[in-house]
């Protein structure tokens, strides 16, 4: 599976929780955004994070991909725990992580992607983790998971600057965590800035900085964002984005409007139903 298959299958999913979450009406307001994006203090998220393991994520895994695409992933775990040398357990580590990838959970992914990383130290598997817990903490219902997904994708990423530090895609996964930590949200935003001062059509960070936006209430910003994402990368992600933060401001026709955009580029019937039931909640 390719980056580009693994970011729509995470949108997919961020997506319809987000649906299936909240009322119709939609969005919560920015104040209870706020209040929700709070953190635990920072000794108490280290031993949170410290308690999540690779099997923790992997047994419900396995569970939501089926027994018959698990079973090459359980062949795969017991021959890590019979591998013998670091090289025999860095290759099996290497083939754990892309079987996860393959079948688009990125939780485990980033746990093996860890450990890849701490043996070999290499950019790519830096990145990798980084991007596969920011990935997890997107689509993760379990708020007990969430410290260990924010410390792996901060270490992800801050090991991969040191080798790169150039690295647009790691500043700007960076400049995530730090927003999803809630611990020094503004780090995160210079972050975020930074990547778009240099590159004023970054798609990862100006949809990011929309999402932040929209949920900070800043919604006249995250329609700005939105558009440039669009402008260069359309798909239904912005779109649907684009469809709330208009709801937001009450901008009843352009809401609609992005709304069918994005039913269009995503053809699920489910998905399909419930973004009916928000044009037919904004034609009243």
Known sequence: MNKKQIVVGVAIV????????????????????????????????????????????????????????????????????????????????????????????????????????????????????????NDAFKITQDTALTPAFITGAVEGFTNALKLKPQSLDAKTGLGVAYVNGGASPMQGIALLREVVAQDPDNVSANLNLGLFSMKSGQFDKAVQRFKTVIAHNPGFEPYFYLAETYKQLGQKPEAIAAYEKCKEMMPDPVFGQRIDQYIKELKK
């Open 14 to 133: 961020a997506i319809m929780g987000y649906l299936y979450s909240l009322p119709v009406k939609g969005l919560i307001k920015a104040g209870a955004a706020r209040d929700n994006a709070k953190s635990a203090p920072p000794q108490a998220a280290a031993k949170a994070a410290s308690n999540v393991t690779v099997e923790m994520v992997s047994e419900p895994a396995k569970t939501a991909i089926g027994a018959a695409l698990a079973a090459k992933i359980t062949d795969l775990e017991g021959q890590l725990k019979n591998a013998q040398g670091d090289a025999e357990k860095l290759a099996v580590d290497k083939k754990l992580a892309a079987s996860w990838d393959d079948v688009n959970q990125p939780a485990p992914a980033a746990f093996y992607y860890q450990a890849v990383a701490r043996k070999d130290n290499s950019f790519t598997a830096w990145l990798n983790s980084g991007s596969r817990f």
